[in-house]
């Protein structure tokens, strides 16, 4: 079984609140997602199962658990990656996170070996 990794908080930076919110856009879908994914992948029979990041978007947590990571939007910039393997990492676009589109991030772990 292949893990991917949501991450729907920033990296904490100097001068910041570090208490997580789990709000960057002012939805609380990541467990919406999470479920979504899970049931859409089980139904393909795939061999993944995704999880919520329960780090605070910590890189060095993350790494050894994620095959696979997949960011909500507005973390392009705000999540310090460091050296994990960018071509494993998929970016949620607002339109398909709000509406729970998920070709295309089923399609990036179907094509992650």
Request: hydrophobic share 40%; net charge negative; proline share 4%.
């Amino acid at each position: 079984m292949s893990t991917a990794i949501i991450v729907y908080q920033s990296t904490p930076m100097f001068g910041k609140n570090i208490l997580p919110d789990g709000n960057v856009l002012g939805m609380f879908k990541q467990n919406k997602l999470v479920t979504k994914l899970n049931q859409t992948l089980e139904k393909k029979n795939s061999h993944w199962l995704v999880v919520l990041d329960d780090s605070i978007a910590d890189i060095d947590v993350i790494t050894p658990e994620a095959d696979a990571i997949i960011c909500v939007p507005g973390l392009q910039k705000q999540f310090d990656l460091k050296d994990y393997p960018r071509e494993k990492v998929f970016y949620f676009d607002s339109l398909s996170y709000h509406e729970l589109n998920l070709d295309k991030v089923i399609a990036f772990l179907e094509s992650i070996q």
